[in-house]
Antibody
Framework: EVQLVESGGGLVQPGGSLRLSCAAS????????MSWVRQAPGKGLEWVAN????????DYVDSVKGRFTISRDNAKNSLYLQMNSLRAEDTAVYYC???????WGQGTMVTVSS | DVVMTQSPLSLPVTLGQPASISCRSS???????????LNWFQQRPGQSPRRLIY???NRDSGVPDRFSGSGSGTDFTLQISRVEAEDVGVYYC?????????FGQGTKLEIK
């Protein structure tokens, strides 16, 4: 079964850091672009970042550039999102997704609050 | 950034009746390879989003054939031929042609 399982969310103070992880299974992880998409409480969807198969290309939405870093470990079938200098507006459910969003994880909640 | 505008934002529908959602982009979504990367997603209450349609009109595996997508350039439509109770949720269009990829605001479908 194709599956993506996120972890690492939680409550963090403004200015703090958090690292999200996504464990992939059921498909050849190294063959696919991977992405993070987020959804603020009661709001719509926002594509945050994506990374090419071998990790050579990465793109970020402007609001997270310089603060977030997407990475992957193909040997471990894992995707990561390092989030630094967190702000209240980063509060959201963060979804790990495959390719052009044909597979989604269940999401992990990140809350930035003092 | 490409702005995706959906209408209506709220869609009350009687069971068994058709439904239609419009999505307009601020720029053409035709990519240099000739493809148009316009996708539709369904998010049922309390669930992760699920892709229904990719590249304008291609249904994903397992998606009922009552869902169909159409359009070109900047104007696109998702149609449901006969709404069922399980179709309740929020529907999003999304463009994957120009970075940053962007979503519409979402259309909430409810049963009358």
């Amino acid at each position: 079964e194709v599956q993506l399982v996120e972890s690492g969310g939680g409550l963090v103070q403004p200015g703090g850091s958090l690292r999200l992880s996504c464990a992939a299974s059921g498909f050849t992880f190294s063959s696919h672009w991977m992405s993070w998409v987020r959804q603020a409480p009661g709001k719509g969807l926002e594509w945050v970042a994506n990374i090419k198969q071998e990790g050579s290309e990465k793109d970020y939405v402007d609001s997270v550039k310089g603060r977030f870093t997407i990475s992957r470990d193909n040997a471990k079938n894992s995707l990561y999102l390092q989030m630094n200098s967190l702000r209240a507006e980063d509060t959201a459910v963060y979804y790990c997704t495959r390719g052009l969003l044909n597979i989604w994880g269940q999401g992990t909640m990140v809350t930035v609050s003092s | 950034d490409v702005v995706m505008t959906q209408s209506p934002l709220s869609l009350p529908v009687t069971l068994g009746q058709p439904a239609s959602i419009s999505c307009r982009s601020s720029q053409s979504l035709v990519y240099s390879d000739g493809n148009t990367y316009l996708n539709w997603f369904q998010q049922r209450p309390g669930q992760s989003p699920r892709r229904l349609i990719y590249k304008v009109s291609n249904r994903d595996s397992g998606v009922p054939d009552r869902f169909s997508g159409s359009g070109s350039g900047t104007d696109f439509t998702l149609q449901i031929s006969r709404v069922e109770a399980e179709d309740v949720g929020v529907y999003y269009c999304m463009q994957g042609t120009r970075w940053p990829y962007t979503f519409g605001q979402g259309t909430k479908l409810e049963i009358k």
